[in-house]
């Protein structure tokens, strides 16, 4: 069919999304809720903390997105107390598993005595290892209480946004030692018939020198099975290459895993059973 590629606007991007939610299946669809947790010292500084986002209902999950404690204050227990009261907001809202990504030169030991496992592994450019971990919360895990307790002597409770950039601005300061900063660029693309209607979209970033992501692609149910959206991921992961990424990752569910394999994506992970009755994967593609 006739069609032209150009750049995708905001409303567009937005309508992607609510379209690609509508393909989801229905019995897993959710809401997600953002939340801060913080650690303060005597003073009120905050010394600690973590943003996490719960999927509920069908989803029933966690995911903990960043976690942090002051390095004066490390090895007391802080850590500690935050993971378990992120398991416990967790269960209150009916949430089954917590997911979370780590690096090798962070706190891989440190989730798995807390009884997290490793569902996906990936080897940087820059040499590191990132990890991806999973705990389902029904199963009768032990529950850790590291041997330092002192940070026991403070509180964890709910933070706000300006708790959150602290926690990110701590945790962005640790990284700088051990990962470069990559200048981020979009690809953000749709195809428009002869009359200038969208038809299909692409959202994907790429960190110059790293790896690039592909986060949503969308095409109008009467014109699947053309390749409209095979073209668009390869325009994404030329872009990737031109920006010198060396591979591509993306997600993706049992009910649309099949369309990667197709273009080429391996598997490197699986979190089963995620949500209930269903599979997820994580896959990448070098390019």
């Not at 990110?168 to 693309?189: H, I, M, R, S, T």
């Not at 959202?203 to 099975?225: C, H, M, N, Q």
Request: a negative charge.
């Amino acid at each position: 069919m006739e069609f032209r590629i150009d750049n995708l606007k905001e409303e567009e991007a937005e309508y992607i999304g609510e379209k690609i939610n509508g393909i989801v299946p229905k019995e897993i669809d959710a809401d997600s809720e953002e939340f801060v947790l913080k650690v303060e010292n005597e003073n009120g500084q905050v010394i600690g903390g973590c943003i996490a986002e719960a999927y509920e209902y069908h989803w029933a999950r966690v995911l903990l997105e960043e976690l942090w404690v002051d390095e004066r204050y490390r090895h007391q227990g802080i850590g500690s107390m935050i993971i378990r009261e992120v398991e416990r907001i967790a269960r209150e809202k009916g949430c089954r598993v917590v997911t979370l990504g780590t690096a090798s030169y962070m706190a891989r030991p440190f989730y798995e005595k807390h009884g997290y496992t490793v569902f996906t592994t990936l080897k940087e450019a820059n040499g590191y290892i990132s990890y991806s971990l999973v705990k389902y919360l029904d199963k009768n895990t032990p529950e850790y209480v590291p041997m330092k307790n002192s940070g026991t002597r403070f509180k964890v409770s709910f933070g706000n946004e300006e708790d959150a950039e602290v926690i990110q601005n701590g945790l962005d300061a640790y990284d700088e030692a051990y990962e470069p900063k990559y200048e981020n660029v979009g690809f953000y693309k749709k195809l428009v018939d002869k009359d200038g209607r969208l038809i299909a979209g692409i959202i994907s970033d790429v960190d110059k020198g790293d790896s690039g992501y592909i986060k949503a692609l969308f095409v109008e149910e009467p014109l699947r099975l053309q390749s409209l959206g095979s073209y668009l991921l390869k325009r994404a992961e030329e872009f990737a290459k031109e920006n010198g990424a060396s591979m591509i990752l993306t997600s993706a569910g049992d009910w649309n895993v099949g369309f990667f394999k197709k273009n080429g994506y391996l598997l490197r992970g699986e979190l089963k059973d995620v949500p209930k009755g269903h599979d997820c994967y994580e896959l990448y593609k070098n390019v």
